[in-house]
């Protein structure tokens, strides 16, 4: 099998009728980069940058953060390269920052709410990624936006570090930017902040457990989290009749898209992108070239006419 898989390794992703999809991948570390190629991945569609602070003593500085992203680059060759700001907080534990305890963590300081309140951290990983991007084309985004006033005092932080780049005489490249949108609140109030936004991704483990008030690592609440359910399909048809239309590319990194039936669903409604785990990539191509975008259309329209979650995991196990 895994040598039948391999011969996808170089083929771009397209449906029967060639429809052209991104499949990129979820990594978290250099080593991961390396290996893409044989994944038969066209790059990172995440990029998970508080891994490298997982095992750290301390944080990285603007230095080795640069120096690290500049790496990627070249391993990459050209390719899709998505940085996710550091996603601080919740299940994420890191030694080097001495995080104060709370009660609900998944509801607490995390994420874009973290970094906006730590601006000199987020601003040593700004200039790294602003320095970086003057060696190749990168994609940014930040995770746990809600609203546009905190992508406005985002980029006012990013306006400020091209401020003191300049005067520091070390220049800095363009960038894209993005939001990973994962809560509710950020699909409800998307149209007021893709003015500020090049793409979108949507991270549906943390839209699931926002979404259903489910803790995502409580291994109690598997029925309570299902990866896959109507609302959770509402959400994603919501965003992509949001931005479609503002024609902001819209791409998927959550789990949800590492179930092939469900990522022809995905495809059908229309995501221009899907970024899962390498290990998932090969399998993912040998299952979505075998049918065409109209009947990737006609299971989406089928999956959202469904109302019962079980009615819709059932269909989704059959539609093929
Ligand atoms: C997500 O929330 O769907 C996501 C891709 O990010 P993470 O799993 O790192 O929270
Ligand atoms: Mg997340």
Known sequence: RKAQLLKYKDQPMVTKDSHRVALLANVGCLSEIGHLSDAGADGIGLFRTEFMLMNASEMPTEEV??????????????????????????????????????????????????????????????????????????????????????????????????????????????????????????VLNLSSMLPRLDFISIGTNDLTQYTMAADRTNPALTKAYPSLSP????????????????????????????????????????????????????????????????????WSQQALSIQRLDELNDYVSHCY
């Open 65 to 186: 953060q640069y120096r690290l992203y500049c790496d990627a680059l070249q391993l990459l060759d050209g390719k899709t390269f998505t940085i996710r700001t550091l996603d601080i907080g919740a299940d994420k534990e890191l030694p080097c920052l001495s995080l104060p305890p709370e009660d609900n963590p998944a509801l607490g300081f995390r994420g874009a709410r973290y970094s906006l309140a730590h601006p000199e951290l987020l601003k040593v990983q700004l200039k790294a990624v602003l320095r970086a991007a003057n060696h190749g084309q990168i994609r940014l985004m930040f995770p746990m936006v809600n609203q546009v006033e905190e992508l406005d005092k985002i980029f006012d932080i990013i306006e400020e570090c091209k401020t003191e780049l300049v005067d520091e005489e070390r220049g800095y490249g363009d960038l894209s930017y993005g939001i990973v949108i994962e809560t509710p609140a950020a």
């Open 231 to 298: 609302a959770i399909l509402t959400l994603i048809k919501m965003t992509i009749n949001t931005a479609k239309p503002a024609g902001v590319p819209i791409s998927l990194c959550g789990e949800l898209a590492t179930n092939p039936n469900v990522a022809g669903i995905l495809v059908g409604m229309g995501l221009d992108e899907l970024s899962v785990s390498p290990s998932s990539l090969l399998e993912l191509k040998s299952s979505l070239c075998n049918h065409t975008l109209a009947t990737y259309q006609k």
